[in-house]
T-cell receptor, first 110, second 114 residues
Framework: GQQLNQSPQSMFIQEGEDVSMNCTSS?????WLWYKQDPGEGPVLLIA?????ELTSNGRLTAQFGITRKDSFLNISASIPSDVGIYFC??????????FGKGTKLSVIP | NAGVTQTPKFRVLKTGQSMTLLCAQD?????MYWYRQDPGMGLRLIHY???????AKGEVPDGYNVSRLKKQNFLLGLESAAPSQTSVYFC?????????????FGAGTRLSVL
């Protein structure tokens, strides 16, 4: 099946620093999604991307749909303690199934 | 996690026992999904449904069965639980063909099989 490589696996950053994470795929996707999961909770959608080259922001978060349709990145600017959590990318090639990356665990040091 | 409710939140089973996990959504969504999440593995799709009365296998369906008798409910069954099924289970729902591919997740069910 399709696989997503998400990196880095974990990050420790100082409060106020910017963060960047990315996902790459061996297959083409027509949708990229970025989710955040807090401890003990389900994933919550942060940003959805629907066409190659699309750049979308949501507050301090910015994500881009790669022009090859095989990658996407997520940037967080000026990190704050509540940014702590696990960030997942997910891609969709067809109508139903999402393929998830293994997650990036973000820790923010005050 | 508004709109997708999973019960129970926690459960401990002995090997060989059976149980059913319930997912209910109040958003009139057509599509529903069951995932399992294991450390370092991300979310893997178990089964999904694209409408009432329909189900399909996902990436890791073995040992699980599902039913979608009502549009708002999607049940995940374990007939004979095994320790390998210890995991966190998430249900998700999605509007359908006209929506922009957004899955909304429940808060999860934490299952331990001893």
């Amino acid at each position: 099946g399709q696989q997503l490589n998400q990196s880095p696996q974990s990050m420790f950053i100082q409060e106020g620093e910017d963060v960047s994470m990315n996902c790459t795929s061996s297959s083409i996707f027509n949708t990229w999604l970025w989710y955040k999961q807090d401890p003990g909770e389900g994933p919550v959608l942060l940003i959805a991307l629907y066409k190659a080259g699309e750049l979308t922001s949501n507050g301090r978060l910015t994500a881009q749909f790669g022009i090859t349709r095989k990658d996407s990145f997520l940037n967080i600017s000026a990190s704050i303690p509540s940014d702590v959590g696990i960030y997942f990318c997910a891609g969709r090639a067809g109508s139903y199934q999402l393929t998830f990356g293994k997650g990036t665990k973000l820790s923010v040091i005050p | 996690n508004a709109g997708v409710t999973q019960t129970p939140k926690f459960r401990v089973l002995k090997t060989g026992q059976s149980m059913t996990l319930l997912c209910a959504q109040d958003m009139n969504h057509e599509y529903m999904y069951w995932y399992r999440q294991d450390p370092g593995m991300g979310l893997r799709l178990i089964h999904y449904s694209v409408g009432e009365g329909t189900t399909a296998k996902g990436e890791v369906p073995d040992g699980y069965n599902v039913s979608r008798l009502k549009k708002q409910n999607f049940l995940l069954g374990l007939e004979s639980a095994a320790p390998s099924q210890t995991s966190v289970y998430f249900c998700a729902s999605e509007s359908g063909a006209l929506a922009k591919n957004i899955q909304y997740f429940g808060a999860g069910t934490r299952l331990s099989v001893l």
